[in-house]
């Protein structure tokens, strides 16, 4: 055989850095693999030039056999990094994107080698739970939650947990057992936020499913009234724009926790209810209807609040234009103040006048400003009545008497 020549390079690599042992790892040739391990000569961590060795080759590729006889070698290196700072491990989980037959098994066996470091971050500093909660493999993260070493709580280079991760890929199947699994885990502290002082719950009501979204809201550890940068609280960010399909029933999710802030203000002084009139294109007149109607549902909504610019949620619908709708709903809807007035002093139809609104906004305007002032000038006068009626009467030896002109 060649390898009994004593002159061959048994680890000549080719034009990519591969050497012989790299591509037996690589194709899962276990039988080529196991005569290239019994030659002494043979360098087990020779990687290619992305810094690759055999060992994360074969785990990257579900080769489970040519796995095992890596780590039979003393000499091996289990927690070996790429160029990318992946180990053979981080390897197998982020490559399972790609269908792999025997993942689960190279992830059990190297972590069943005390060598390994199931925490171990890659130059994102992404640990192999970061790339599991990614991938939305709930099998896997399980595994790693039995690890006796394993940090839930990783941060990434973006502050990211594994939890976020989860969530922030929840509309991909398994993500549901993915998060049921950590929050089984009483170790995993499921309010730290990422870099954009995000929580697991903001990233959710964005990006995930409602049942998700539920299974957060549900447990009473997380936090709903959580701030962001901007302090928006997760209700907030559920009013602003989104792909999300579920978005009404998210936020209806939100508005039945009885704990939920329905009237919080961000940085600028605006409630969920106004971010959503103000946030949400007038091209997507349906989806704010249905917004606003949810929130006026909610009892406990304020729809009066003004922001730090003493605008209000009557004062987006204006703004907004269009046909109108989801002004004539806050018109309609009890204790609103028809009557407010903006930092100007201006009422909502000199505002309307200002902004250029539609003239169907103003007709709406019009008339509800009009049937306001015929009731309040009715008032009037019936206030006027009652007081000459108290005008027309004096006291006679302490009873009253009505006084004839």
Request: proline share 7%; hydrophobic share 40%; glycine share 2%.
């Given at each position: 055989m060649l390898l009994g020549v004593m002159e061959i390079d048994v680890n000549l690599r080719d034009f990519s850095g591969w050497t012989p042992l790299c591509h037996a790892a690589m194709l899962g040739k276990e039988r080529v693999a196991q005569i290239l391990l019994e030659d002494e000569r043979v360098q087990v961590n020779l990687g290619n030039k992305y810094s690759e060795t055999p060992l994360t080759m074969a785990a990257s590729r579900g080769h489970g056999e040519v796995v095992k006889l890596l780590l039979k070698r003393p000499d091996i290196e289990v927690n070996s990094q790429d160029q990318a700072g992946r180990t053979p491990l981080s390897s197998a989980i982020a490559r399972e994107q790609i269908p792999v037959v025997n993942y689960e098994e190279v992830v059990r066996l190297l972590l069943e080698d005390k060598r390994t470091d199931a925490n171990l971050p890659d130059t994102a500093l992404k640990t192999p739970l970061h790339h599991a909660c990614e991938n939305s493999k709930a099998r896997i993260v399980k595994f790693l939650l039995a690890h006796p070493s394993i940090n839930p709580n990783a941060q990434d280079s973006a502050l990211s947990t594994p939890l976020s991760l989860a969530v922030r890929m929840g509309h991909y199947a398994g993500a549901e057992s993915t998060v049921d699994a950590l929050l089984s885990d009483s170790r995993v502290l499921v309010n730290l936020k990422n870099q954009d002082e995000l929580t697991s719950l903001h990233l959710a009501v964005e990006y995930a499913k409602i049942p998700v979204v539920r299974r957060l809201i549900s447990d009473p550890r997380v936090d709903v009234?959580?701030?962001?940068?901007?302090?928006?609280?997760?209700?907030?960010?559920?009013?602003?724009?989104?792909?999300?399909?579920?978005?009404?029933?998210?936020?209806?999710?939100?508005?039945?926790?009885?704990?939920?802030?329905?009237?919080?203000?961000?940085?600028?002084?605006?409630?969920?209810?106004?971010?959503?009139?103000?946030?949400?294109?007038?091209?997507?007149?349906?989806?704010?209807?249905?917004?606003?109607?949810?929130?006026?549902?909610?009892?406990?909504?304020?729809?009066?609040?003004?922001d730090n610019q003493g605008k209000g949620p009557l004062h987006f619908a204006v703004e907004r234009g269009g046909d109108g709708k989801a002004l004539e709903m806050l018109l309609k809807h009890e204790g609103i103040n028809v009557g407010v007035k903006d930092l100007e002093r201006r009422n909502l139809l000199e505002f309307a006048e200002a902004e250029e609104s539609s003239v169907t906004v103003k007709q709406i305007l019009r008339e509800c400003l009009g049937r306001e002032a015929s009731r309040d000038e009715g008032r009037r006068g019936k206030g006027g009545e009652e007081e000459g009626e108290e005008e027309g009467e004096e006291e006679v030896n302490g009873e009253p008497r009505e006084v004839v002109g």
């Open positions: 009234n959580s701030r962001n940068l901007t302090l928006q609280t997760p209700l907030h960010t559920a009013a602003t724009p989104t792909l999300n399909f579920d978005q009404d029933e998210i936020i209806e999710t939100l508005l039945a926790r009885p704990d939920v802030d329905v009237n919080a203000r961000d940085q600028s002084g605006m409630t969920p209810l106004s971010t959503a009139l103000r946030a949400i294109s007038p091209a997507w007149p349906i989806q704010v209807e249905s917004l606003v109607e949810i929130f006026l549902k909610c009892q406990r909504v304020d729809a009066n609040l003004l």
